[in-house]
């Protein structure tokens, strides 16, 4: 399997026999902070959630018959809102970590993600060493962990965390930090956004498995996990990493 030169890679997923889920078209409702382009986002064009996450559940679906339906969620409350039940599950480039399996299921990993630092296009020499000896701050959304790879990297007195992906870009343009840990899988589309004014200049602090996330004991990861098995097996998910990152 391919690994993406941005950090990705696809997870080698668990073999097994032919595939026999069939959700008997259920809709099912899809929690996504959509935000993160290209792995979910609104498209302003149409109004429609759009991105890497979303074609994956769809492509899934297809394969074991049910509907998706995506909902906007702000990533603060999404895994709380998954369990009072607000969607069946929460696709939005969530890592997976022994912490979090505690009160919830995931899928198998469809893609490893790798973090990395957003600057100031003036400030695009500055190292990693330099922000671990000379006390520079580093940002990132709360409760992610991105805010734990900042930690490791800098300490925890010297990361500020904010609600919002926005905020903390808002406080990187201001000077107020020194560069927001992102989503490797982010940093094409941040670039373009915010072209001549910040750039990710650090790539590849640690790599994470992501996986679609479910309540505890839902036995819809099973049905999932075999519906991304095929995609996997018949080329599906290398064709929507080929779209979105263009590996040739």
């Known amino acids: 399997m391919k690994t993406l030169v941005i950090g990705l890679a696809i997870a080698a997923l668990a073999s097994g026999g032919a595939a026999s889920a069939?959700?008997?078209?259920?809709?099912?409702?899809?929690?996504s902070d959509t935000?993160?382009?290209?792995?979910?986002?609104?498209?302003?064009?149409?109004?429609q959630i759009v991105g890497f996450d979303i074609d994956v559940v769809n492509a899934i679906c297809a394969k074991i018959n049910c509907q998706a339906e995506f909902v906007t969620t702000g990533w603060d409350g999404i895994f709380a809102a998954l369990d009072q039940g607000n969607f069946d599950?929460?696709?939005?480039?969530?890592?997976?970590?022994?912490?979090r399996k505690k009160a919830m299921d995931f899928s198998d990993p469809y893609i490893v993600n790798s973090q990395a630092v957003l600057m100031r296009v003036e400030d695009q020499g500055v190292s990693l060493e330099d922000?671990?000896?000379?006390?520079?701050?580093?940002?990132?959304?709360?409760?992610?962990?991105?805010?734990?790879?900042?930690?490791?990297?800098?300490g925890k007195e010297n990361v500020v965390a904010y609600d919002s992906f926005s905020a903390a870009i808002i406080a990187l343009k201001n000077k107020d930090v020194d560069?927001?840990?992102?989503?490797?899988?982010?940093?094409?589309?941040?670039?373009?956004?915010?072209?001549?004014?910040?750039?990710?200049?650090?790539?590849?602090?640690?790599?994470?498995p992501l996986g679609l996330v479910?309540?505890?004991?839902?036995?819809?990861?099973?049905?999932?996990?075999?519906?991304?098995?095929?995609?996997?097996?018949?080329?599906?998910?290398?064709?929507?990493?080929?779209?979105?990152?263009g590996v040739k």
Do not use: C, H
């Open 89 to 99: 599950l929460v696709a939005s480039g969530v890592s997976i970590t022994e912490e």
């Open 35 to 47: 935000t993160s382009p290209p792995m979910e986002s609104v498209d302003p064009a149409t109004g």
């Open 22 to 31: 069939d959700l008997g078209g259920k809709l099912l409702k899809v929690g």
């Open 179 to 208: 560069g927001v840990v992102i989503n490797g899988a982010n940093a094409a589309a941040y670039e373009r956004e915010f072209v001549g004014e910040l750039v990710v200049a650090i790539r590849d602090l640690e790599s994470d």
């Open 131 to 154: 922000f671990k000896s000379k006390g520079k701050k580093l940002s990132a959304q709360a409760n992610t962990t991105d805010a734990q790879v900042a930690e490791g990297v800098v």
């Open 214 to 245: 479910f309540r505890k004991g839902d036995a819809n990861v099973a049905a999932f996990n075999e519906g991304l098995k095929m995609i996997r097996d018949d080329g599906t998910l290398d064709q929507l990493v080929n779209r979105y990152w």
